[in-house]
């Protein structure tokens, strides 16, 4: 599609969700072409999902979408057709990778298995990303990553001492898989350029988060203790929380980890602290942290949230504003590295897509084309990309295969 080190990569994307889309926006965003195959018989969950441009819904108005899908084209294909295999396989031929995450399973019923893969391009790449991976008792639980979260584990760490769980906001298990899924593909091209061999990949979304509960996972493993919810709590830091501002609903997230450090907050806040002996030691303001806590917040909400961090970080002590969703969208930093890309799409106007966090210096991921409407770009594909006659072409359409 564009320039970049994927230039030339081709990828055929069956992916739903998000876990599997952000998977092939890496490649779309240096430079692959992707083509996204999707059905309005059944669109993607991001597609009917809030929120809706100007709050009327339709599959090309949802801004979830948009946001994760730049760089990419769509082709409206029925799967379920009779003659959706005269397509399928120049498109297989056509691919060096095929992306899917559909449930363990559901490719087998296309005959777009990896070993049927193979039999049209025996040097194919392919990425199967699942809740659990393809294999294994619990292989064909289907999940988004709302219900992994708790799966994960990570529900049970996310609370206050004394409260009931809590589900993180977001799915996150979507948001950690792909950038394993993403460096496997590399790899898998890097082999198949060094032996021509292609590769298959099984990506588990449950077993890709895991990672990050590894402390409290070793903990258990060799002491055998069961760590419990700390709320914004550390074991190790005091104070460490988020403390209310001025303002609406404004907060500033705060921590001290040493004891060079904590003479510097006192300083700033209320030099007597140092010497209380409530507070003069990690240990006591552990003890006391909540008394501790309700004396920083009776300093912090004299101040907006800017001014308490400007302070702290003056002073070398950890701090951050609280964003919201309007603060992200606005922040000098983000802006300045153009991680929003606004680009003007068919039906929203100018919208912002989700950029790239990694800057490379030779070969930048770069905004090439908004996200899709669905199905828009069926006839080039499949007469520009596939080589189809018009009559071809007219006929498959006139059948109801690009349903």
Excluded at 175 to 199: C, E, K, N, W
Excluded at 222 to 233: D, I
Aim: proline letters at 7%.
């Amino acid at each position: 599609m564009g320039q970049g080190p994927f230039a030339g990569v081709n990828v055929l994307d069956f992916t739903w969700g998000l876990a599997g889309p952000l998977s092939t926006k890496y490649l779309a965003d240096y430079g692959a072409t992707v083509i996204r195959v999707e059905s309005l018989a059944r669109p993607c969950g991001t597609r009917v999902s809030p929120p809706f441009k100007d709050r009327v819904p339709g599959v090309d108005r949802a801004g979830y979408f948009v946001f994760f899908n730049a760089n990419k084209y769509s082709l409206s294909l029925n799967l379920n057709h009779p003659r959706a295999k005269e397509v399928l396989n120049r498109l297989v031929a056509w691919a060096d990778m095929v992306a899917e995450s559909y449930s363990p399973g559901t490719m087998e019923r296309w005959g777009l298995d990896y070993e049927s893969l193979r039999k049209v391009r025996p040097d194919i790449i392919m990425l199967r990303s699942s809740s659990q991976g393809q294999d294994g008792p619990h292989a064909s639980f289907s999940a988004f990553g709302i219900p992994l979260v708790g799966l994960a584990g990570f529900s049970y760490f996310t609370g206050w001492p004394d409260g009931s769980c809590l589900p993180l906001p977001s799915a996150y298990s979507d948001l950690i898989s792909p950038r394993f899924a993403a460096a496997a593909l590399v790899a898998a091209l890097d082999y198949r350029r060094r032996t021509g061999m292609g590769q298959y990949i099984d990506c588990s979304q449950l077993e890709t988060s895991l990672h990050f509960l590894a402390p409290a996972m070793l903990d258990y493993t060799f002491n055998g203790r069961q760590t419990g919810r700390q709320g914004n709590s550390c074991a190790y830091a005091c104070p460490h929380g988020v403390f209310r501002c001025q303002g609406e609903d404004r907060w500033c997230a705060v921590a001290v980890f040493s004891d060079e450090e904590w003479q510097a907050f006192c300083g700033l806040c209320q030099p007597g602290w140092s010497r209380d002996p409530r507070f003069s030691t990690l240990r006591e303001r552990k003890k006391n942290e909540a008394e501790l806590n309700k004396l920083i917040e009776e300093w912090t909400m004299n101040y907006s949230p800017e001014e308490v961090m400007s302070q702290m970080q003056a002073r070398g002590v950890a701090a951050g504003i609280v964003q919201n969703a309007r603060d992200l969208r606005h922040d000098p930093q983000l802006q300045e590295r153009a991680y929003f890309w606004e680009m003007n799409h068919p039906v929203l106007g100018s919208f912002p897509h989700l950029g790239q966090a990694s800057i490379l210096s030779q070969t930048p991921a770069s905004p090439v084309m908004p996200a899709p409407c669905l199905g828009q770009h069926t006839e080039h594909v499949c007469t520009q990309i596939l080589g189809m006659s018009d009559d071809e072409f007219l006929g498959l359409y006139q059948a109801g295969v690009f349903d």
